[in-house]
């Protein structure tokens, strides 16, 4: 029995399976009146403008894979943040394919307050003016406030930039601090993007950029030896990938829940368990392992790019809603997550459509908060989650993935 999921990844491009109903065919003998417009339309020098962590960087891959394919001979270069300080940082470069997509990385400094951050940023807006950018692609989460963009926009226009596009929709359509309750239903974040760049004629459609990340040969190698120096392939059941932890507290889904769903599967169709999350998520991994008499920890063990391959081995995620959730997704890995009620709905949710998410609505929903705050009842919106319900829906995926019965 092969563990291979099925692969979605024929062509970074595909039709999204979220569409309800076809697009509209334009007349045979009307001109097609779609294309770059004159902001967009010789664009040699390209800057792409976003920063965060793993996860606003994958949900972001499908649109500057849209880029890529709209801008083939351009040279792009990707502003990013990074945090050389933090060890548990995970850039974009880290991440990102080496070549394919983007020709040059920049980092955004850490700003400190006073001179030194001064300095820091004036030392970047000399290097972007160097390189002579035609234009800057405002990526940026929707979050950002008219005052920070404004703020950005000078900034690009001290660098010498001063086509900056996408800058105008990311402040129509940003996103109040305060979270209304209830929370509402707002689109994906990937899908955002390449709105934004439909509005500025970039696709011309809301077609899918699937978020590609190129992986290597040896990458998808290396992983291959790992699992088999753990053991695991003695094993015929399918291997599931499962990560039960995350930066935010507020976010994770009870242990003692993890093990028993698994203890289950196990029970119930052989599966095989890996791990997967950072160093700080590794001595929980091995607590999980030593219940479930079986399995294999890569939590900390595996950079990100290999995780990814990783999790292209696995039938399908079980985990909370974190960057591992969106580099399962990215490699076409079904997830079964578990989503606390700190954001808006639906706005980070993966890439496709053929993921199972639970999010149940609380009335202290919308906090936005690392830690939970509700005294009373600490994690409501998770502890609502049941484990008999994730366990049907792990049984129905994995009915669906592989012929397992």
């Known amino acids: 029995m092969s563990n291979k999921p099925r692969d979605s990844r024929t062509s970074p491009l595909v039709l999204s399976l979220n569409r309800l109903e076809p697009p509209l065919s334009p007349c045979p003998h009307s001109k097609r009146h779609f294309g770059k417009n004159s902001q967009t339309l010789d664009l040699k020098r390209i800057l792409v403008f976003r920063t965060g962590h793993l996860g606003d960087t994958l949900v972001a891959v499908p649109a500057f894979w849209a880029l890529r394919d709209s801008f083939p001979a351009a040279k792009i270069a990707y502003l990013s943040s990074a945090d050389p300080a933090n060890p ?210 890569a939590a900390g063990k595996l950079n990100v790019r290999k995780a990814a391959a990783g999790l292209s081995e696995c039938t399908f995620y079980l985990g909370n809603d974190t960057g591992t959730m969106h580099l399962a997704a990215s490699v076409g890995t079904t997830c079964v997550a578990m989503f606390s009620a700190v954001d808006w709905a639906g706005r980070f949710e993966p890439v496709g459509s053929q993921h199972v998410l639970f999010r149940r609505s609380v009335e202290c929903e919308g906090c936005h908060s690392p830690s939970c705050l509700n005294k009373e009842y600490r994690n409501k919106c998770l502890e609502l989650i049941d484990a008999d319900d994730v366990y049907e829906a792990c049984v129905s995926v994995l009915a669906r993935e592989i012929d397992v019965v």
């Open 88 to 297: 548990q940082y995970v850039s974009a470069r880290d991440v990102l394919p080496e070549k394919g997509l983007f020709d040059e990385w920049i980092s955004y400094p850490n700003l400190s307050s006073g001179l030194s951050g001064i300095v820091s940023l004036l030392g970047l807006a000399l290097k972007i003016r160097r390189k002579r950018f035609d234009a800057v692609f405002y990526l940026m989460t929707r979050y950002r406030t008219a005052r920070q963009i404004q703020r950005d926009r000078l900034f690009f226009r001290l660098a010498g930039v001063r086509n900056i596009i996408g800058a105008d929709f990311v402040q129509k359509h940003n996103l109040p601090l305060e979270i209304p309750r209830p929370v509402p239903r707002i689109e994906k974040e990937g899908t955002f993007l390449l709105r934004l760049l439909e509005e500025n004629q970039i696709v011309n459609d809301l077609r899918e950029f699937h978020p590609d990340l190129a992986l290597t040969t040896e990458e998808h190698s290396a992983v291959r030896e790992w699992m088999e120096s753990t053991g695991i392939t003695k094993y015929s059941g399918p291997r599931i990938a499962v990560a039960p932890g995350s930066k935010w507290d507020s976010k994770i889904w009870n242990e003692d829940r993890y093990a028993n769903v698994v203890t289950r599967l196990i029970a119930s169709h052989d599966v095989v368990p890996v791990i997967f999350g950072g160093p700080e998520d590794r001595d929980k991994g091995e607590r999980l392992i030593a219940r479930w008499g079986r399995g294999a920890n």
